[in-house]
């Protein structure tokens, strides 16, 4: 038999199963010492009431034969998919149910959604990135062009009219930057698509973090990003979903390539591959967007924004370059004393007991950066800017 040899050209693992070793060798070997993490974006505050409320509501549904359920549709429950149209709608961008297709979370579907392409297609991907784009492609074998998100361009590449392309990939607000595209250029990264035949794959998952009403929350509210986009979103950052489970993807009808609907495509696989979100769990997140439920998820982004907030101060204080963090969770420093990111991440290891996010791990252009997570707890965020500061003294 023969194996899959792109593994081969991967990392042995993935960035943040490097650094949850790291971290966890450290504790092992210093027990008495409390670890903060300002690294995997994971957020700290529970469920919201009317989300739990919903999500326990629906597990005794469970347990009663009359309002027990089992295989649900492959693609969601209406009474969710029916929350999800409603919540574009605010952005002004209207979407048929049959475009809204309910996952298990941002990150498998960046994953599954290649299974529509061939692995021929090239792809283009940002540098710095999630790094999820990229070892999904190097799985499959794809040739993978890098566009550099640097300083000069504010984080934000645009397209090169002398670049071919057929997947491109966007992440805005911008994982690991914080960097957001305004309307004015994604407009041209959906002209630049049309023109090359290509799909964009447009991660909206920090999309609740835009505060700036002029920046777009969804690619869809660009003219034209219907028939070149497919978004997908998650409830992970929006409203904790991180250990629930729920985020949604969206693949209008109107996009056809090869002369194939990828709409029809996605759904094939998807009932083919999936069999959809746990029932307790569509319930939970269709709870998101009830006016309770909108209203506690902003309560819950307020906050990290001022975790954000005082970190920025805090590194603007100790003189240490950075970006993000305004319509971001994530703020983008760069390495102090010259120290490479993974330098720096040991070094805060070992001398503030904090961890972050090494830039070199979402990509080349990210060396020399670092990321830092505004989803901790306001006391622990204090405290391990405190103890940066201290630590380089
Ligand atoms: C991150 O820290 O980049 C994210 O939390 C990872 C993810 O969403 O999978």
Not at 133 to 147: E, F, K, V, W
Request: hydrophobic share 35%; with cysteine; glycine share 8%.
């Amino acid at each position: 038999m023969k194996i899959n040899e792109n593994y081969k050209t991967l990392e042995t693992s993935y960035l943040f199963s490097q650094i949850r070793t790291r971290r966890e060798a450290y504790e092992a070997a210093h027990p008495d010492q409390k670890v903060l993490s300002l690294g995997i974006g994971d957020v700290t505050l529970p469920l919201a009431k009317p989300v739990v409320d919903a999500f326990a509501r629906a597990v005794e549904e469970m347990g009663q034969a009359s309002t027990f359920r089992g295989y649900g549709p492959e693609q969601g429950y209406d009474f969710l998919r029916e929350k999800i149209q409603a919540y574009y709608q605010r952005f002004g961008v209207e979407l048929p149910l049959d475009a809204i297709f309910v996952s298990d979370g941002a990150k498998s579907d960046i994953g599954n959604l290649l299974d529509l392409f061939d692995t021929d297609n090239t792809v283009l991907i940002p540098d710095p990135v999630y790094p999820v784009y990229r070892d999904t492609n190097q799985m499959a074998g794809r040739s993978i062009l890098y566009m550099a998100a640097c300083l000069e361009n504010q984080f934000l590449p645009m397209p090169d009219p002398g670049q071919r392309a057929d997947i491109i990939y966007l992440c805005s607000p911008n994982n690991p930057t914080g960097a957001v595209y305004s309307r004015e250029q994604l407009q041209k990264w959906v002209d630049y698509a049309r023109e090359q035949d290509a799909v964009i794959l447009f991660d909206a998952a920090y999309e609740s973090f835009v505060q700036d009403p002029s920046l777009p929350h969804s690619i869809y509210e660009i003219p034209g990003a219907k028939e070149c986009a497919i978004e997908v979103c998650s409830l992970s950052k929006t409203a904790g979903f991180t250990g629930t489970r729920c985020g949604y993807t969206v693949v209008p009808s109107e996009l056809v390539r090869g002369g194939l609907s990828l709409q029809a495509m996605w759904l094939r696989r998807q009932t083919t591959k999936f069999n959809g979100v746990s029932y307790p769990v569509q319930r939970a997140a269709a709870a998101v967007f009830t006016p309770e439920g909108m209203e506690a998820c902003r309560q819950a982004v307020r906050q990290y924004q001022s975790n954000a907030l005082l970190m920025h101060q805090a590194l603007e204080s100790m003189g240490i370059w950075h970006t993000g963090g305004t319509n971001s969770p994530y703020l983008w420093m760069r390495c102090p004393e010259g120290k490479s990111s993974w330098e720096f991440f040991q070094f805060l290891l070992e001398q503030a007991q904090v961890v972050g996010t090494p830039g070199s791990g979402f990509g080349q252009n990210g060396e020399g950066f670092f990321r830092l997570t505004a989803f901790g707890t306001p006391e622990d965020t204090a405290e391990a800017m405190e103890r940066i500061r201290k630590a380089l003294g």
